[in-house]
């Protein structure tokens, strides 16, 4: 089986160019087949600012009403998606930019509007391999990012680190997956005021020794849930890890 | 060889919530082979002003300086592109949104900035038919925005007719290809304010005819330009006619 590296970064690369640059230098250097799957970070929220709009949130989570999503879809697979695009081909990586919509990728539902009205936000229904299978024949490497449509002729801002463990699921049928979801820290920490305090791998029962225990940050409690779902779904393994980091095998967190 | 058909539509349907509607359910049920270029329109502009930037433009053409490129990506590769690719999925069609720099399918090179500097304006370079390809052997329908990049990784806004007859030319060595460009109108009209005397045909010969006589309305000699390099480099055939009418083989204007 060809292995597949699934690679997700979010706004702390996004927004800091020189890091974005880097990444992507990086990510194109990496050999065998690969996806990129790009959160939104805080232009999005600029923008909605820049055009008088107030963005919405409800706990921490964008309420996308239909101008919002007009700006999500503008920022994420317009402004953001096509610039890393551009910039992989410049680093020698024949890279395609994605959202669900292109080549029916990836099908959302839109979330039920109790007991919180989130709008235009869509949870991942159905990924369809086969789209992505075709670019990685070709040689091309998918970038996607986290506006899907519902197969209805509507778009929908979805969680970036769902849809990249959905893609990574979908493609562990035909491919050896490895999932790696990027951030700012060294990987999952025991002490996280302790930057250097990473855990080197995590299993089920040590997630529910370290969620009993409170240490870990909460803000990691849900995409360790994400990384065991993604394992439950025939991934091969989970990494979570420093963006900065990308090209160092040993570094990181991995779940199994 | 298989034919292929080249459709490009522009700010009169773009503009228009209905008339693109209607526009994209007659396309989708076209059978074969087929690539959609679509413009702008005016939603780039407003968008400018939305932000509080006011657009400019020199004999008509706007100039793109850094943020209103950072505004027509967004709003033809993000918005305009990704709404265009759900409603074709809708219709059952099963369509990808491209810029240039994805598949590396388009490479621009930057106007030079003499003597008029229009910014980060591209002209076609290079057209890379086998991204093109990939897509229509896979039955996907490829959905085409102005935006382009010279592969050095930066983001270029172009002319879509040039686009689209680029396209054309480019997959006429391995297609029959008809290139279709729509407009408001019922074809190339023989006296400007009678929209019914529609030319079924133009020659060379007439063309010249035609720009002695002063009768064509200004606006139509670089479309038919266009059509005539596109003819000389392999293009079957060339249809000037109105974007409601796709369904109607025998309508508008053909160029031989």
């Known amino acids: ?16 160019p020189a890091a974005l640059e880097t990444f992507l230098k ?18 999005a ?6 055009m008088g709009i107030e963005p919405k949130m409800i706990d921490g989570r964008r309420v996308t009403d239909a101008e ?9 697979a317009g402004l953001i998606n096509k610039n890393i695009v551009a910039a992989l081909q410049k680093y020698g990586c024949n ?9 029916n990728a990836i ?17 991942v229904e159905r990924v369809n391999a086969d789209a992505f299978a075709m670019f990685l024949a070709a040689g091309v490497t998918p970038v996607v990012c986290a506006i899907n449509h519902d197969g209805k002729g509507t778009l929908l801002n979805t969680n970036a680190d769902t849809v990249a463990s959905a893609v990574a699921a979908a493609m562990s049928k035909s491919y050896e997956t490895q999932l790696v979801m990027c951030f700012e820290k060294d990987g999952v920490l025991y002490d996280k005021d302790d930057p250097e305090s990473v855990i080197a791998a995590i299993d089920a029962p040590l997630f529910e020794t370290l969620k009993a225990d409170g ?14 779902d993604a394992i439950k779904s025939g991934v091969k393994s989970v990494v979570i890890k420093n963006s900065a980091k990308i090209l160092e095998e040993a570094s990181g967190t991995t779940i199994k």
């Open 26 to 43: 990086d990510f194109a250097s990496i050999p065998g087949a690969k996806i990129l799957v790009h959160g939104g970070g805080a232009i």
């Open 68 to 76: 919002t999503l007009k700006v999500v879809t503008m920022v994420y």
């Open 107 to 123: 099908v959302s539902r839109k979330r039920p509007a109790t007991p919180i009205d989130y709008g235009f936000v869509g949870d």
């Open 45 to 50: 929220s600029a923008t909605l600012k820049s």
């Open 95 to 103: 890279a395609a930019g994605l959202t669900g919509a292109d080549c």
């Open 1 to 16: 089986m060809e292995t597949l590296k699934v690679i997700k970064i979010g706004g702390n690369v996004i927004d800091n």
């Open 215 to 228: 240490r870990v940050a909460a803000g990691m409690l849900p995409k360790l849930s994400n990384a065991f």
